[in-house]
Each structure stands twice: as C-alpha cells, then as structure tokens.
C-alpha cells in the first residue's frame, strides 16, 4: 500500500487527471440509472416456486392490463351514464397506443331468448327504467370487476399496443389527461393498478434516496468538526463519499442493472464505510505529521499502517455480502452482489481520493482529534465488559427469534397519498386488486363434479377477506345465457 501512496504522491497531477475524467465520465451516466422501484422482483419467489407458478400460467395464462381506472359517479348509473362509458371506451380505443378496452360498454354478454343463448353487447341488454346495477346483476362475472357494489361506479380496463415499460408510464400520463378531460366535472377518475404504484414508489424512495444521503452528509458535516480541527478533515471524508457513490451508481448503469428497492441500503453501506475508512487513514496522518514527517512521508506511513486495514475490513464486508449468491431469492442474490461490487469499488476511492488530495492540500502542521476524553477510552473492565456484550447478545438472539417480516408495502406510504386513498376505496367498492388463483383438476363433464366445485366457491365466498369469485361455472352459466 506505500508503494501505491508513493505512487500517487509522485505521479499526483496524472492521478489528478485520471480521478477529475473519471468523475465527470461516471455523472454524466447518473441520468441514465434506472430507478426500478416495482415490486414484482421482491415479490417472485424461489426458482422452484417461480417454475410452478409458471406452469400454471401457461395453462391458465392470466389476463393482464396495462392501466386500470374508474368512473365514480355521483348518481346510480342508468343509460345517460353507460353512453359515457360506450363513448369514453370507444375514444380510447380509436388512439393507436391503445389496443383493446375492457368496461361496461364493449364487453360481451349473453342473454337468453326462447332458451336460445345470443351474444350481445351489455349496454344493449339495459331495459327501460332499470338502472346498470340492476342489468349487471343478470351476470354475475360483472359485479365488482366492471361494475362497483354500489352501482355508482365502473372500471376501464386497458392494454397498451407497447410492450415497452417507459411507454406504459407514458401512456398513463397521457390516459389521465385524456380522461380528466373527456368526462364532466362531477365525474371522478380513479386511477390505480401497477404503473400507478410504481409512479408513486418512484416518488416516495426517490425522494427517500435524495433525503437520506442529504442527512447523512449534514450529520458527518457536524460530527467531523468534533474529530478533526481542520478543513481537510471534513471536505476530504465527504469528497470520498460524494465520489464513491457517482461511481458505484454509474457501475450499476454500465452492468445494466437497476436500482430498486431492496438497493436503498446500498447507498448507506458506501457512505458507512468511505467515512470511517477515511477517518483512519486522515487521523493517521494527522499523527505522522505530529511525529516530525513531511507530507510525503506521512501519506506513506498512513497507507503502509492503515491501508492494508481498510483492504481487508472492505474485501470481508464484500465477502459477507457476496455470500447470499447461495440465497434462493434472486433479487438477494442480486443485491448481494451489488453490494459486494459496491463495497470494493469504495475502498478503490478511499484509498486513490484521500493520498491525491492530501498531495495537493497546504498542510503547515499535523492537528489530532480534539473529541473530549476521548483518549479515556479504554477497556479496564474486562469482567464487566464481557457481561455487559453476553447480555447484548443474549438480548439480540431473543430479538432475533421474534422477529416479524412485513410484507405490507402500502403502509410505507402516507395516508394522503391519493394511491393509497384510491386502492382503499377500490378495495371497499370493486372486488380488489390481489387475486388468489385455485387449479382444480378433475373430469368437469360430471355433473357431480360440477356441484363440487360450486360449493367450493361459495365456501370461499364466506371468508371475510374473499368477495368475488370467478370460475369456470360462471363462466359456463354465461355462456349459455344462465
């Protein structure tokens, strides 16, 4: 590590040179980071699971949706509403960024004449005075999905003709404007589903991201004054942290990868640990000036003595986190290896940023740490010291063997944001977002099997939390017009 140190000293403006470029190289990729705050990644589970989920996919492929808004009325809906909603829906699908939409006005249903089944648009099915909800309930596959509980309300569902993400957060942006536009002033629009929430976890860690660094560099701008008497002290700590984080966020864009959420301690882990590295080696400095070295000769001393130190406390945390590349979960495998490639990229900052800027600074004298009794601090009790560690450990495994995951990412949220307002009321008028998908396997031309399956349905309509159910039966009840 002197070698290196002595290195750099000799060869300061070339390094100088080299760090400056490098720099301005890794900010201008920073536009460029993917901030990827969905959940699917946290959500997906073993490759085992995954692989049967999967399975059962491409047997039963899911019917996915782009956007998903509602129409909140402030009336129970009858014909002047449905034209509305026949109107709005064929609007939308006249746009080329829209392929196909899924509401009250376009979906088919079936009626029964003289115990003939005929297909029929719904609004047509509407009979004089009689209002939507009252139309609905002959098709019961309608009731909380296109229509809400209280009649007053109706979804739009929307496919996108893009497959693209980007194009999807563009199409919401113009599907909110477009609507809001499109509907009377006493019309509310609802808009919820996956691009919604992403949009609004993007704003919350986003912002999260931005606070948390801030605070951290504020509290190291107040802390590093009561360790250090000099400017060097502070400014070169927080350069190292400021360049340690451009350049791991600029890796991160040239390995293609996204930030997402399990990635927020990434950011705290570099600031941790280019902090305290640079502590050591600048109060190691400072003592070889105080022993009567020039600058040269304690920049030297401060790599031979405390680089090899932060070398190898910087590849064991690398290790540790490179070490859930065993774990089943592939977003922390993922994040394991960020972090490792993280950690390794800060020490190659710490120990190229703190000698370059220490060759360049004006140093007249060495000042150590001025931290009252600081000093004083010693182990003299080694009784009490290994009781007081056995009862934090004791405590700590107690902890441990409680511990509770939550997986209620909502709840992050505040209570104002309009998402968590929408998907409230969403959830209290329509049948919800989270579905429960069931595979019963077994000969469905049998009549008993048939009684089977109905009754299982209306067992699980009688838990608090389940209230819809869609199945094959209703399915087969529509077709042949009930």
Known sequence: MDRFGDLISRRRWLFLIVVISLSLSAAKLLPQLNLSFSLMPILRADEETQARVDEFQSSVPPNFYDQIFVLEFPLVMGKKELELISGLSTALEADPKVADVTSLGTVTVVSNFGMIPVPQEFPQTLRANETV????????????????????????????????????????????????NFVPPDVRAHFIGDEVSKRAMRKYMGADLKQGLLLELLVFSILLPLIFRTFRGILIPLTVVALAQIYCFAALVLAGLDFGLIDMAVPGIITMITVCDAVHMMHRFEESLLSGKKRHGAILEMMASIGPACFFTSLTTAIGFLSLIVAKHPAVRLFGIKASIAVLIAFLAIITVVPLMLSFWPIKKGVLARVPGFSKLAYGKRKLTFAVFGGVLVFALVGIARLNVDSHWLEEMPEQEPLIQDLAWYEDNFSGIMTFDVRVRGDLTQAENFKALEKFQKRMLEETSVNKSECYTHWLREVTGH
Request: glycine letters at 4%.
């Open 133 to 180: 909800l009252e139309a609905a309930t002959r098709h019961p596959l309608l009731e909380r999905r296109l229509i809400s509980a209280d009649g007053r309300s109706a979804t739009f569902l929307v496919k996108s003709s893009y497959d693209d993400g980007a194009e999807h957060a563009a199409l919401l942006i113009w599907l909110e404007e477009f609507v809001n």
